[in-house]
């Protein structure tokens, strides 16, 4: 039998993925569910909840004038969490419970689509052959009601917690709980025990599995990938003159009109009829920035600090989550290193909406180790036709036997003295590879006010399969350019979309996310399977007017050297009161910059600089618990590839 400690939250929704129908059972004597029972009913609602049968036991304990009011507040509350065609039941003696055994086996189970797309079975038996050669692997043959769709011996199989691993053969043993005896003509009782119904059949395979091609190796894809030119689509604006030693990477920047141009001349003929003033607001400035001196360090919370975003003290998360809902997006130039350096990798866009982003370009090398589909949908739609009807048809007791299973795997997960369920599920072609997958998620109520960061190590339950990830949030929006800004926080109360690298899931596919072995705290939905989804750090530069000479002024505290503000000059300016400006260039030896705007600002105002960056989540280790598509495999090193290095179709090629 199946034992399950009280708390154990995995365990209830490993039950809950292969349950036709499911009891709660609710103690009259009770005041209330308790938190661990809402935290339950709220996990398995979010993977997908089968048919529910509501039990009340104990009523007859509580006093009779009390018993039917009390029985009406538990129905109601078993309506509101599963509607309310669910049916509550009293139990009280023996022939209540023969009534919940007979209104679970004539009422209609509730299809999850997820899991009927695809063939799985919960193990109740299994057994464990060596190899001769004594290599610490065997064949494994385990045992269970095959349930959803067929299941192919040519398939490739996930096993709960223990990997991915091929079928040998699937063999169709007698029933051990037949609900009626079967009369076969012409078999005896020795034939009818053990009959086989399918072999693995090596051509058969490839619809089933995919063998990736050789993977490129680290100098063809960094020549072929992380050595392209940046290329800016300018088609917002047409790029007019450059300022004299202004670099590409810098001219990538400008965006001019003629209109804009004009208005700048225009301006510029104004300044040069104030220039005595202007020479004695830039005296002014230096002489206020000599009385200032240096800059002192600010006892800011910099996570460049950390190793590891896991390492950081939830006392400092809480501290940056309630800084960046405050200043979302807004960064303090350090004033030990350049800006030039610090913000190397970033660039400025005219229009975050409209302006393109080339998807390929500057590529991690991680991206050598996953598979991406021309068309997700249409090759999805491709090899659910190629698998219908194939295999073993649903329905009956199988048997399946598993090619090359560790045996300290076997010891570890099978053969335990504390039982716990153990399911074998059928994967369709491409799902044993890895790509970027995109979840649209929405941040749990138990989870309010706790700080999750982006690429912290999160453990995903997609479908019947668990993997650990380190995701990028972003904003669930839509966009034209599929450009999606990075968000650093999991807010509250907000949908978002967790980019993370995974193993290939076809849709749908519910999914639970958990920090550490406890706490939920995100449910949501399979969005997408897509590398090319860019995922944008949006970062805000900040500085102040120290002088305004009518639509010119000096800003402070953006830059603290010269050599930063010709670096970024390029770069339109904005304040948070709507104005917007461009740099002059730079005053003194301390980064003041001169900046003209496109009308007079304040002295209370803020000026700013938008720049943007693409980032990626960070891609998961052998090491990692839960990985299990990286260790306790059958599958040969070269299956195991993970994909072609460059982005290819659903067939392969590129």
Not at 349 to 377: C, G, H, V
Not at 570 to 587: C, F, V, Y
Not at 596 to 617: A, Q, S
Request: glycine share 6%; charged share 30%.
């Amino acid at each position: 039998g199946i034992n399950a400690e009280y708390g154990d939250k995995f365990f209830a929704l490993d039950v809950a993925k292969v349950a036709d129908i499911l009891l709660f059972v609710y103690e009259a004597s009770d005041e209330e569910i308790d938190s661990f029972g809402h935290e339950i009913i709220s996990m398995i609602k979010g993977q997908g909840i089968p048919s529910v049968i509501g039990i009340i036991q104990g009523l007859d304990k509580i006093p009779q004038k009390f018993s039917a009011e009390l029985k009406k507040t538990i129905a109601k509350d078993y309506e509101f969490h599963f509607g309310e065609d669910v049916k509550v039941i009293p139990i009280v003696n023996e022939q209540d419970v023969g009534q919940v055994f007979r209104f679970a086996s004539s009422m209609k189970v509730k299809e999850l689509h997820w899991r009927e797309i695809r063939p799985y079975f919960l193990i109740d038996k299994h057994t464990y052959v060596p190899h001769s050669d004594e290599d610490g692997k065997g064949t494994v043959a385990v045992s269970g009601y095959l349930k959803g769709a067929s299941l192919s011996a040519s398939q490739l199989v996930y096993i709960t917690d223990c990997g991915y691993f091929l079928i040998s053969k699937i063999e169709g043993p007698k029933d051990p709980c037949p609900l009626k005896k079967e009369h076969r003509a012409g078999m005896n009782v020795e034939e009818a025990d053990l009959i086989d119904l399918e072999i693995m059949d090596t051509e058969q395979k490839e619809k089933f599995v995919f063998d990736p091609p050789p993977v490129l190796d680290e100098d063809q894809w960094h020549n072929e990938q992380i050595n392209e030119p940046v290329e800016l689509d300018l088609t917002i604006k047409t790029k007019k003159r450059v300022p004299k030693g202004t670099s590409e990477y810098q001219a990538a920047w400008i965006w001019e009109s003629d209109e804009e141009q004009g208005d700048e001349d225009a301006d510029e003929n104004d300044d040069d009829e104030d220039e005595d003033d202007e020479g004695k607001m830039k005296n002014d400035a230096e002489e206020e920035e000599q009385e200032e001196g240096e800059k002192e360090d600010e006892d800011e919370l910099n996570d460049d600090q950390w190793d590891n975003v896991n390492e950081i003290p939830e006392s400092i998360k809480m501290k940056q989550m309630e800084e960046d809902m405050e200043f979302p997006d807004e960064v303090d130039t350090p004033n030990d290193v350049p800006a030039r350096v610090k913000f190397a990798g970033y660039r400025g866009m005219k229009s975050f909406r409209n302006s393109e982003w080339d998807a390929k370009e500057n590529l991690p090398k991680d991206y050598t180790k996953i598979f991406q589909f021309q068309s997700f949908i249409r090759a999805q739609q491709r090899v659910m036709k190629d698998f219908d009807g194939q295999g073993v048809l649903a329905g009956r007791y199988v048997t399946v036997h598993l090619l090359e299973f560790p045996k300290d795997v076997y010891d570890s997960q099978l053969n335990t003295d504390q039982k716990k369920p153990i399911t074998l599920s059928g994967l369709f072609k491409y799902e044993n590879q890895i790509s970027v997958l995109n979840f649209s998620i929405q941040k749990h109520s138990s989870a309010a006010n706790l700080p999750i960061l982006s690429t912290e190590e999160l453990v995903f339950h997609s479908g019947f399969r668990k993997f650990v990830g380190y995701p990028l949030f972003s904003e669930n929006a839509t966009n034209r350019q599929q450009k999606y800004k990075y968000e650093k926080f999991l807010q509250d109360g907000r949908a978002c979309v967790a980019t993370v690298y995974g193993p290939i899931t076809f849709l749908p596919s519910n999914v639970l996310i958990f920090k550490g072995e406890e706490q939920l705290i995100a449910v949501g939905a399979l969005q997408s399977v897509n590398p090319d989804r860019v995922v944008l750090e949006k970062v805000i530069l900040t500085g102040n007017p120290l002088k305004i000479h009518k639509k010119s002024a000096v800003i402070k505290d953006m830059f603290f050297n010269p050599e930063d503000v010709k670096w970024f000059k390029p770069i339109e300016l904005w304040t948070k009161k709507g104005r917007t400006g461009h740099i002059l260039g730079s005053l003194g030896t301390h980064g003041l910059m001169k900046v003209h705007f496109d009308g007079g600002i304040h002295n209370d105002d803020v000026v700013c600089m938008t720049l943007y960056k693409r980032i990626f989540p960070v891609f998961p280790t052998k090491n990692d618990p839960y990985n299990t598509i990286f260790v306790n495999s059958s599958l040969e090193p070269n299956e195991m590839d993970m994909g072609e290095g460059k982005p290819h179709d659903e067939e392969g090629t590129n």
